[in-house]
């Protein structure tokens, strides 16, 4: 079935540094969204991504959708405590209709 | 509108018991979807309805769990004769059909003893 690989699986910033983490997939996405998850929490929706190419911003955060719309990055900029959970990618191959998979998150710490 | 409700929040149970689990979605939502996440994983998808109609369940799931949303709103998930293994956070999360993200629950937190 489908696989979604995320990379990496923690990730540990100074408060003011960059973070990106990346989602690979080996087949073609129809659409793929962004969740956060706090810790203790439940994943909470941020953002689907839908054409190739797509690049989305959110105040500090920055989405993208690769060309071949077989991966995609979210980069935060300057991260803040604020930003501390788990990052998870989720796709489709079908427009919609299928059920969304799930990436392993990449957990992100911030140290203030 | 509160969003997804789901109830109860946590379910500590011997094995061999079962236990059923409630989700309100979002009123507005036909899609309704279960999911089971464990410590360090992503959400994994158990099944998932349309209106009242179960449309696709996964292959990993074992006979022993059971689902259903018989008018189309709330749904229940059924697990029989559980399992240590079965312990884990049960995720529900609705969506309607123009917007594809999923609004989810806060869970039920099941522990199998």
Partial sequence: GQQVMQIPQYQHVQEGEDFTTYCNSSTTLSNIQWYKQRPGGHPVFLIQLVKSGEVKKQKRLTFQFGEAKKNSSLHITATQTTDVGTYFCAVTTNSGNTPLVFGKGTRLSVIA | ?113
Avoid at chain 2, 22 to 47: A, V
Avoid at chain 2, 59 to 82: C, H, N, V
Avoid at chain 2, 94 to 107: A, H, K, Q
């Fill in chain 2, 1 to 113: 509108d509160t969003g997804v409700s789901q109830n109860p929040r946590h379910e500590i149970t011997k094995r061999g018991q079962n236990v059923t689990f409630r989700c309100d979605p979002i009123s507005e939502h036909n899609r309704l979807y279960w999911y089971r996440q464990t410590l360090g994983q992503g959400p994994e998808f158990l099944t998932y309805f349309q209106n009242e109609a179960q449309l696709e369940k996964s292959r990993l799931l074992s006979d022993r769990f059971s689902a259903e949303r018989p008018k189309g709103s709330f749904s229940t998930l059924e697990i029989q004769r559980t399992e240590q293994g079965d312990s884990a956070m049960y995720l529900c999360a609705s969506s309607g059909d123009t917007f594809y993200g999923y609004t989810f629950g806060s869970g039920t937190r099941l522990t199998v003893v």
